[in-house]
């Protein structure tokens, strides 16, 4: 009986009759703990890196189910593609991938005021986050002074 609450919890047998939410919280609180230890590292790693680095080890993780997405879409377009030019079936609006992809790929603001409005926007809101995280990169300085 000691031996058995040594072993792991998905060796056990209480594992069956887990359930899924519950193996998907086990199996996220290493990542989670990583990701603690992250954020909490001193100064010398700014906060910037520390959200890129999230960012990017969270689409990592979404890669299993990004990429079976990604397959079904490219064949989806090589049969819309395909079934158009062969004029046997048409899409419509809500199902025209090929359409939105053209759309979004020949976007462009003409006017020259709105795409100066949306120059500005953006710049707004990238001097926000910069000193967003500047701010909490001094205060976690001062805090370590203060209590250390």
């Known amino acids: 009986m000691h031996k058995t609450w040594r072993k792991p919890l998905h060796k056990r047998k209480i594992w069956r009759k ?29 906060t910037m890196l520390k ?34 030019q062969h004029s046997w079936l048409h899409f419509g609006d809500s199902w025209n991938l090929l359409g939105a992809m053209s759309t979004l790929w020949n976007f462009e603001v003409t006017n020259k005021k709105y795409q100066l409005y949306v120059n500005m926007c953006i710049d707004r809101y990238r001097v926000i986050i910069t000193a967003i995280s500047s701010t909490v990169d001094y205060m976690r300085m001062a805090l370590c002074f203060i209590f250390s």
């Open 18 to 46: 887990t359930s899924m939410i519950g193996r998907v919280v086990y199996y996220m609180q290493p990542l989670v703990d990583h990701l603690q230890d992250v954020w909490v590292q001193p100064l010398p790693f700014p």
């Open 51 to 84: 959200l890129a680095y999230t960012c990017i080890l969270g689409f990592v993780i979404l890669l299993p189910v990004l990429f079976p997405l990604m397959v079904i879409l490219f064949y989806f377009g090589i049969f819309q593609y395909v079934s158009e």
